[in-house]
């Protein structure tokens, strides 16, 4: 006989175990299904920058909810998340200054603690980064990085706590429909029902989708990260850092690491099974030359590992939420490389959406898979173009 519950999560990320949580909160149980083990995909690999900086107001504001979060974790979800402050900059190039202006005064409005700072002002917070070629940058001091592994099992211990259920090893290879619904999946490990099944799956999330019948648009997205032990000049810490200048983006890690990403060449379209306990060759070198040309006395740290992920990247990169093909199936998915901190408000929506038929905390009708189709692309009013490339 199948095993049934409330409703069957697809994949043990972070939007998984947060809708998890955010069901449960609601007397909704849930289980989740997860082909490896919990946070196994993208959020395992995640840099967990946690900031608001974001072109499209609709996601300053999802990440500014999940912000509340990640600062009041152990009252709001208990256990850790592993967020540390470090204060963020934005640095762009500077035919990009007027969007940069507009993009600080859409924060501010929302709420977000955010403000512009000039070459001085990031020398004084950073005396070891190349400013020259900064004429303004957007600062939020409160924000950082958290840890995505501690924030995924925190949000499923809690959710288990209020009767959900994880199953690992267990890879879900059909949904089953009967009529125009949903009733539940076939797995490795037997059958499982439910009048709802949520597509979680990251950068498999396609996969899942056909297993529907639903053509998700997303293409996988491979992004590779370096650690880097820094000179003791720099100091125990430094700011988190989006540059758009270098296309890159770097945060401090512990143990006197810097983690560094890189915004361009993350290969489009692979195997998400590919191995990625290493980067791929030529990553390191470029990576080792960006972040010197920012923060030269890097040239005398030294590397310490670099390793990549998958994600799944959409045709406007941003997230795909809401219903779409047969009744009760459901897309988390899409969340093309900044995903993880507006886990724990997506979480909140869309548990809000499947249970109460609508989304409360903020409307996220905006990010429905229709709007590829209708030509309803989202892009931010003042918006930097495609982050990555
Ligand atoms: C290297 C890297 C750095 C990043 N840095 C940041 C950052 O700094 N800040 C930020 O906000 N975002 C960042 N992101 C993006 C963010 O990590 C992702 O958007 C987010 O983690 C996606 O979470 P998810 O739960 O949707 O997917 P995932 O974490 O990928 O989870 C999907 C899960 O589904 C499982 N699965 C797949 N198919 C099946 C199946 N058939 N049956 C059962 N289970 C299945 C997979 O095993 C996987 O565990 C980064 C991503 C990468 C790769």
Redesign the pocket.
Known sequence: MADTSSVII????????SLAFHLAEKGVQSIV??????????????????RMHYDLELESRLAWLSFQYFINWKERVGGECGFTRTGFLQFVPSEQIDQLKANVEMHQQIGVPSRLIDRQDVKRLAPYFFVDDIELAAFEPESG?AD?YAT?TAFMDAARRLGAKLVQD????GIQISGDRVTGVS?SRGDFSAEVVVN??????D??GAMAGVQIPIKT?????MFVRRPKEVGPSHPTVIDNVYKM?F?PETGGLTLV?LEDNNPLGED?DTNTEYAKDGFTPRAIDRICQRVPIMEQGSLQGA??????LTPDQRAILGQAGPEGFYL??G?????????PAVGACMAELIVDGEAQLLDISPFQLSRFEEGSLLIGDHNYGDFWH
């Open positions: 697809i994949g043990g990320g972070i939007h998984g175990s299904l997860e082909k490896g083990v919990l946070a196994a995909g993208a959020t395992g690999r995640s840099s967990g920058l946690v990085y995505p995924t267990c890879t879900v290879t797995t979680c799956a990251g950068a498999w999330a996969k899942i997205w491979r992004h590779d990260t983006y945060r990403g998400p390793h990549g992920g998958y994600d799944g988390q998915c969340m093309s490389g900044t995903g993880f901190k507006i886990g």
